[in-house]
């Protein structure tokens, strides 16, 4: 506020177009190849529009989309683990692609020639969780890995690195993500992960899952 309530737009500024990722019915596919790159990949993404960030439901969203990755990606590492596993490495996250576009994103690893097995490998960890659903001990071991990032972040707020604070500033100004500071958001995390039922957490990605918007 000090060093910046002040400023204002000069005359005749240009305006920022908002720029819209048009939607899709087909998958769409796309393959590059380098022959320096080390290692090769397999990405799924789903589009969908941006989510609003400036309400406590909206945080209360932000911590389920949280804890529905602590499950899977639970469940993707044991995966990686095991004899013959179809992947490397998996991951699954949603994020922003753009300022009115999120993505629901899953990734792995793989062998060289292992693109179309770490491709199935993934769908058959999605589907199983779409249909099956996880388990309570699951939703109970991610609210507490969620609880404890927070909790660690605060105590260890003083070690946080400037560009990261400054990132979070720029995001303020340029996508109006809140900055309500680390210890208001553990206060709501607090709050909100009680409300948790895996019965809702089971649902989770469906929104965002399915055949449409769908980028591999």
């Given at each position: 506020?000090t060093?910046?309530a002040?400023?204002?737009?000069?005359?005749?500024?240009p305006?920022?177009?908002?720029?819209?990722?048009?939607?899709?019915?087909?998958t769409?596919?796309?393959i590059?190849?380098?022959?320096?790159?080390?290692?090769?990949?397999?990405?799924?993404?789903?589009?969908?529009?941006?989510?609003?960030?400036?309400?406590?439901?909206d945080?209360?969203?932000?911590?389920?989309?949280?804890?529905?990755?602590q499950?899977?990606?639970?469940?993707?590492?044991?995966?990686?683990?095991?004899?013959n596993?179809?992947?490397?490495?998996?991951?699954?996250?949603?994020?922003?692609?753009?300022?009115?576009?999120?993505a629901?994103?899953?990734?792995?690893?793989?062998?060289e020639?292992?693109a179309?097995v770490?491709?199935?490998?993934?769908?058959?960890?999605?589907l199983?969780?779409?249909?099956?659903?996880?388990?309570?001990?699951?939703?109970?071991?991610?609210?507490?890995?969620?609880?404890r990032?927070?909790e660690q972040?605060?105590?260890e707020?003083?070690?946080?690195?400037?560009?990261q604070?400054?990132?979070e500033?720029?995001?303020?100004?340029?996508?109006?993500?809140?900055?309500?500071?680390?210890?208001?958001?553990?206060?709501?995390?607090?709050?909100?992960?009680?409300?948790?039922?895996?019965?809702?957490?089971?649902?989770?990605?469906?929104?965002?899952a399915?055949?449409?918007?769908?980028?591999?």
């Amino acid at each position: 506020r000090t060093r910046f309530a002040d400023l204002e737009n000069p005359p005749g500024a240009p305006e920022r177009p908002v720029i819209a990722v048009s939607p899709h019915d087909e998958t769409l596919v796309s393959i590059e190849t380098d022959p320096e790159m080390p290692t090769a990949s397999v990405t799924i993404y789903n589009k969908f529009p941006q989510r609003g960030e400036s309400t406590h439901g909206d945080y209360r969203r932000f911590v389920g989309d949280q804890l529905y990755h602590q499950m899977l990606n639970a469940r993707l590492s044991d995966l990686s683990q095991t004899p013959n596993a179809p992947f490397l490495f998996a991951s699954s996250s949603t994020s922003s692609v753009s300022r009115t576009t999120e993505a629901f994103a899953r990734a792995a690893q793989v062998k060289e020639d292992g693109a179309l097995v770490g491709l199935a490998g993934l769908f058959e960890e999605i589907l199983r969780a779409e249909r099956h659903g996880f388990s309570q001990a699951e939703l109970d071991r991610a609210k507490k890995n969620v609880l404890r990032t927070y909790e660690q972040t605060v105590i260890e707020r003083n070690k946080t690195d400037g560009q990261q604070l400054a990132a979070e500033l720029v995001r303020h100004f340029l996508e109006n993500e809140p900055v309500p500071g680390i210890e208001y958001e553990l206060g709501i995390v607090k709050k909100v992960l009680p409300s948790f039922t895996l019965a809702e957490l089971n649902h989770w990605a469906q929104a965002w899952a399915g055949s449409a918007n769908r980028v591999i």
